[in-house]
């Protein structure tokens, strides 16, 4: 063998052993960025469970303290209603007492009250009719210049005790047995009133 083919041993040897260098480097450094991650993903792990157990703690200790406070406030807003609801019984013996005073006075203040009734409310017809005719009738007689109207005021005249028991609000019939006349000249007289009436109107 010459010297140029040991030279081209040699560097092929060289070459061979550059490449099994670099492969060997990077497998290493694939090996440690691939630990490097997992102890990242390790201490993201526990830090996140450290800061939900954190959490947890603080939580924990919240919810003392806010029941602490509430309990707190219940046993106040408890005494509160108590003393409400004494006073509100005081102010209702206060206001039944006054009450009752003063219907003691009203009834001592109080006078009898009389009722004074009409009797001829408990009057028959008969007797209303009887308490009518027993009524003097009013002058109604007119002056000499005023003759032309006296046809119009006789009926007026006439009929005057027919008239005020149907004012009263008796019925014909009613009329009829209080003043001894046929119904169907009692009913006649108030049409005919009825008639006059509605004319003047």
Do not use: W
């Not at 040897?13 to 550059?18: C, H, P, S, W, Y």
């Not at 006073?87 to 005073?101: F, T, V």
């Not at 009013?138 to 007026?156: G, M, N, Y």
Request: contains cysteine; aromatic residues 2%; glycine residues 4%.
């Amino acid at each position: 063998m010459n010297n140029a083919q040991l030279l081209i041993i040699a560097a092929m040897a060289f070459l061979i052993i550059v490449l099994l260098l670099r492969g060997t480097r990077r497998r290493k450094a694939s090996k440690n960025t691939n630990h490097m991650n997992d102890l990242r993903k390790q201490m993201a792990a526990q830090r996140a469970d450290e800061s939900a157990t954190q959490l947890k703690v603080e939580l924990q200790e919240l919810f003392r303290e806010m029941n602490a406070r509430i309990d707190t406030k219940m046993h106040v807003l408890n005494e509160l209603i108590l003393d409400a609801e004494r006073k509100i019984k005081e102010l209702r013996q206060l206001q039944d007492e006054s009450a009752l005073g003063r219907d003691d006075e009203a009834e001592e203040d109080r006078e009898p009250v009389v009722v004074e009734m009409d009797r001829s409310v408990l009057m028959g017809p008969a007797a209303r009719a009887a308490k009518l005719a027993a009524t003097p009738e009013p002058d109604l007689s007119l002056p000499a210049e005023s003759e032309p109207e006296e046809s119009d005021q006789e009926p007026k005249d006439r009929y005057a005790i027919i008239y005020k028991l149907a004012d009263d609000g008796m019925t014909p019939a009613e009329i009829c047995e209080a003043t001894g006349q046929a119904r169907g000249e009692v009913e006649l007289i108030l049409g005919l009133r009825r008639r006059r009436q509605s004319e003047q109107r």
